[in-house]
């Protein structure tokens, strides 16, 4: 979740585009988008009022691959805003026709380069979770950006 719930997840504040942002005021979790590509947002707001905008109503899921802090290795992360975008995090990671193709844009001659994924989280009829890949980012070299 937000650095609320999972502060150790600052320490790669630095590695990362997308940031889950905890909101007090409105007790709601939105994703910050530092560097917002053509056609984004800079924020991924919940939108819960709205179930037209799917995804949205459950939660975002996220997971990244980065430079772990030493720079010698890598770092897997998995959030979510909610259980449902956790939820469809896991399960979306764990899929390997989802994953595929993100191997496939993340590997590198050296090996796996790093990378970020911002999923709408929405469950099915079937209580299944389910996710769209709103957002990209991959990283060449060392996967700083």
Known sequence: GAPTYNPWVEMFDNHLNFHLHYDGKHNSVSVLNDKPMHGEPAEYEPASEDPTQRGYTHGFGYIAVTTNLEGDGHVLLVEGSTVAGVDASL????????M?????????????????????????????????????????GNGKR
């Open 100 to 140: 595929d193709h993100i191997l496939k844009e993340a590997s590198q001659p050296s090996g796996l380069g790093s990378f970020e994924i911002l999923l709408a989280a929405d469950f099915l009829k079937s209580s299944s979770p389910d996710a769209q890949i709103i957002a990209t980012r991959f990283y060449p």
């Open 91 to 98: 399960s979306f990671l764990m899929n390997d026709s989802k």
